[in-house]
């Protein structure tokens, strides 16, 4: 799976090496928790790297949007919408549902295969167009698997109610049907202090951090995520050590498991490896094809 950087100084690491190229990401968290920042970050590292950008709003208008980005130091975004590099789709009030099913395809069409950055903010407007939860699942499912085709998407989405609990019903539905999911819980703790902290709960076809980190909303360089003690270096030592030991094992089993297996490794990191008896784990291959002649 190719990884492109995230624009968010410190997540890279935390997901094996950014974000999965033309996937579908949602940042969910509270009203101030960051998740505009978030998207803009998004798509400005897109933009820096010679990609396009499409900012699709659903919620505020375009000129919000833009004064934001240039309060939080990004003052090159004039430039690149002079230069048609980054687009602006403003649908804030507009019937949503409408708009996915009749605006969208055409959008897709123009721009398929462009490799560019998408991103959708706020989501939770096209929850709130029904309150038919099957039509809820097609409206975003349709909107997910459309704007893919043009690249890698990044949507947010409102977190209401209690603060960490992700199972109401604005967060279900997109954290099932996105590819990767990153919680930004912002509140106030013991003694008025607020402390902000950003996990990614799910991460397809990649490994990543299951620890809460602390992060900051800080003035022209955006979100900071700090990693703490997780470890970020993709030390391979033990992996390497692994592999001579599992290369014993070709001509026990199958070859074409032999061959799978084998081609696990070059992903594998320490970490992966942690919490394993690779000496069991051999054993137990062996004995899974034991009857192999």
């Not at 579908?24 to 101030?32: H, K, P, Y």
């Not at 375009?62 to 240039?70: C, D, G, L, R, V």
């Not at 094992?249 to 394993?276: H, M, Q, T």
Request: aromatic share 8%; proline share 2%; charged share 25%.
């Amino acid at each position: 799976m190719k990884k492109i950087s995230s624009g968010i100084y410190g997540l890279n690491g935390l997901l094996d090496g950014g974000i999965n190229e033309n996937s579908t990401t949602v940042v969910i968290g509270m009203s101030g928790a960051g998740k505009t920042t978030f998207a803009t970050q998004f798509i400005r590292r897109g933009l820096e790297a010679g990609q396009e950008g499409i900012f699709v709003s659903l919620d505020e208008n375009k000129e919000q949007i833009i004064k934001e980005a240039i309060e939080m130091g990004w003052t090159e975004i004039l430039n690149f919408i002079e230069d048609e590099k980054l687009v602006f789709i403003d649908a804030s009030g507009l019937e949503f549902s409408q708009f996915i099913k009749k605006e969208l395809p055409d959008f897709v069409s123009s721009w398929k295969g462009a490799n560019a950055r998408i991103a959708v903010d706020p989501l939770t407007p096209v929850i709130w167009s029904t309150s038919d939860r099957y039509e809820q699942r097609d409206l975003i499912g349709f909107m997910l698997k459309e704007t893919r085709k043009v690249g890698t998407v990044l949507c947010t989405l409102e977190e209401h109610g209690t603060i960490g609990d992700l199972s109401g019903t604005e967060t279900v539905i997109p954290m099932y049907l996105s590819d990767c999911v990153i919680h930004l819980r912002s509140c106030f703790e013991a003694g008025s202090k607020l402390e902000r902290k950003l996990k990614i709960v799910k991460c397809r076809s990649s490994s990543h951090s299951d620890q809460e980190h602390p992060y900051s909303l800080m003035k022209g360089f955006g979100l900071v995520v700090q990693a703490g003690d997780y470890p970020l270096t993709s030390l391979r030592d033990k992996v390497d050590d692994f592999a001579i030991d599992f290369n014993k094992v070709e001509g026990k089993i199958p070859s074409y498991v032999f061959k799978r297996l084998a081609s696990s490794l070059k992903d594998l990191r320490n970490r992966d490896l942690a919490e394993v008896n690779t000496a069991e784990l051999i054993n137990a291959i062996l004995a899974e094809y034991q009857d192999f002649e």
